[in-house]
């Protein structure tokens, strides 16, 4: 049983930088691809970045390029979003999930990730 919780949400200001961190447990963690994915009220979820499991590709959602950094510590278990320059349009659930695979090429697709945090909220005022 694969679980996952993440942490570090909250309310910010713009132009702040925020951390979420995903922990996991229940699997081997550096053979699933890690993923962030957000929901802001009345849309739908969307992908944030991901991370592959023992090559640590990442891959972004293109207009967070540049503010948005994923990492991993596979010693840890553990899977992190730092957001910088956050922005009101940034204000959503940020949910941690994670896909089987210990792949070369980063995992977009959301129906690939078959585990999911129960997330944290993001809300960022202007």
């Known amino acids: 049983q694969v679980h996952l919780v993440e942490s570090g949400g909250g309310l910010v200001q713009a132009g702040d930088s925020l951390a979420l961190s995903c922990v996991a447990s229940?699997?081997?963690?550096?053979?699933?691809?890690m993923g962030w994915f957000r929901q802001a009220p009345g849309k739908p979820r969307e992908f944030v970045a991901t991370?592959?499991?023992?090559?640590?590709?990442?891959y972004y959602r293109d207009s967070l390029k540049g503010r948005f950094t994923i990492s991993r510590d596979n010693d840890k278990n553990t899977v992190s979003l730092r957001m910088s320059s956050l922005k009101p349009e940034d204000t959503a659930v940020y949910y941690c999930?994670?896909?089987?695979?210990?792949?070369?090429?980063?995992?977009?697709?959301?129906?690939?990730?078959?585990?999911w945090g129960q997330g944290t909220q993001v809300t960022v005022s202007s």
């Open positions: 999930a994670a896909a089987p695979g210990d792949t070369k090429v980063p995992i977009v697709l959301m129906s690939a990730y078959l585990y």
């Open positions: 991370i592959t499991g023992s090559d640590e590709s990442t």
């Open positions: 229940g699997h081997t963690f550096s053979s699933y691809a």
